[in-house]
Nanobody
């Protein structure tokens, strides 16, 4: 069955960096757009970044909590390892959330509810 397993979350101070990973199995990885989404307590899940099957195209949410992730976050994928990544630099307290990997049913800029498969999430906490 489809499995998405995130890792790499943690607690950092503002200005710090983290790299999230998502290992995928149970499906043909190169058939699917992949994406990162996040959800803070009491907030709706929101898109962060998506990537096309061979990594040619990427999309970053224009405005997430008032400050764009563009230029701070980088989504990438290693199709040989069936792994999706999110490198996050210059983290801010507003980036604190559970981060989820998702696959299938999406294109670039798709909303979260169009994704078919989800991981269990990895927590990112940024302190000021």
């Amino acid at each position: 069955q489809v499995q998405l397993v995130e890792s790499g979350g943690g607690s950092v101070q503002a200005g710090g960096s983290l790299r999230l990973s998502c290992e995928a199995s149970g499906f043909t990885y190169t058939n699917y757009y992949m994406g990162w989404f996040r959800q803070a307590p009491g907030k709706e899940r929101e898109g962060v970044a998506t990537i096309s099957p061979f990594g040619i195209s990427t999309y970053y949410a224009d405005s997430v909590k008032g400050r764009s992730v563009k230029g701070r976050f980088t989504i990438s994928r290693d199709n040989a390892k069936n792994t999706l990544y999110l490198k996050m630099n210059s983290l801010e307290p507003e980036d604190t959330a559970m981060y989820y990997c998702a696959a299938g049913g999406m294109r670039l800029a798709s909303p979260w509810y169009e994704a078919n498969y989800w991981g269990q999430g990895t927590q990112v906490t940024v302190s000021s």
